[in-house]
């Protein structure tokens, strides 16, 4: 489990094909390492990777193929920098939101507009994942927790302030890039649990007048 707060710009420092998988090097920057064992998870640019080989100044990981599917990855060369942040701690402030690093798709950068000193990026999301984009939501764009300001369909704004465009890579980004997206996990778990039961192994009990009452709707 991770933040979406990232903690460091990392650099893929070697990309070997291993058949249908993907074995990567990544040269870890600034992120702190002395911690990190082997199994631990790192997420890089958004995706939850383990930790198979641990080096003086990055790691070794694997991606699968269904991760390459769902991903950037794919398409990434060597020197490509990656969003880096170590998994969640009990003692770790949860800065930003409850972010898996399970990748749901890709989404498209529209357009990228000043606002002040702040930047809007219009973003859309691929077929079937805009509903779970609320206004003033969460969601995850290749690692990173952003609020979403804006919805419009299948399209959302994200005002990216200063700070943000220094600290991770989508100073990068241009109107035509593709970048990981997460969509807030809540909102995963709660559309399966109020599918009918015929649809599920079993019903949940778990409906729209019920979770009006409990507050959870207004």
């Not at 002040?116 to 805009?130: E, H, K, S, T, V």
């Not at 995850?140 to 979403?148: A, E, F, Q």
């Not at 991770?168 to 909102?187: C, F, K, M, R, Y």
């Not at 409906?207 to 959870?216: H, I, N, P, Q, V």
Request: charged content about 20%.
């Amino acid at each position: 489990m991770f933040t979406g707060i990232i903690e460091a710009v990392g650099q893929l420092r070697q990309l070997e094909r291993r058949g249908e998988d993907l074995r990567l090097t990544v040269a870890s920057g600034k992120l702190p390492l002395e911690d990190v064992q082997l199994g631990d998870s790192i997420a890089t640019n958004g995706v939850c990777l383990t930790v198979v080989e641990k080096l003086s100044d990055g790691y070794v990981a694997d991606v699968s193929g269904e991760t390459l599917a769902r991903t950037n990855f794919a398409h990434y060369q060597v020197g490509q920098a990656v969003n880096l942040e170590r998994a969640v701690t009990p003692n770790t402030r949860l800065g930003g939101h409850m972010v898996s690093g399970h990748v749901d798709g890709l989404a498209s950068v529209e357009s990228i507009t000043p606002r002040g000193r702040a930047i809007d990026f219009w973003l859309r999301a691929p077929n079937g994942l805009g509903r779970y984009i609320p206004e003033k939501g969460s969601v995850t764009i290749d690692g990173i927790s952003l609020t979403v300001n804006e919805v419009d369909g299948g399209r959302f704004r994200l005002t990216i302030v200063p700070h943000t465009l220094q600290e991770t890579t989508l100073g990068q980004l241009s109107p035509g890039s593709t970048v990981n997206l997460e969509v807030d996990l809540i909102a995963r778990y709660l559309e399966r649990l109020m599918k009918p039961a015929e649809e599920t192994e079993s019903s949940s009990g778990i409906t729209m007048e019920m979770l009006a009452k409990s507050g959870f709707l207004k």
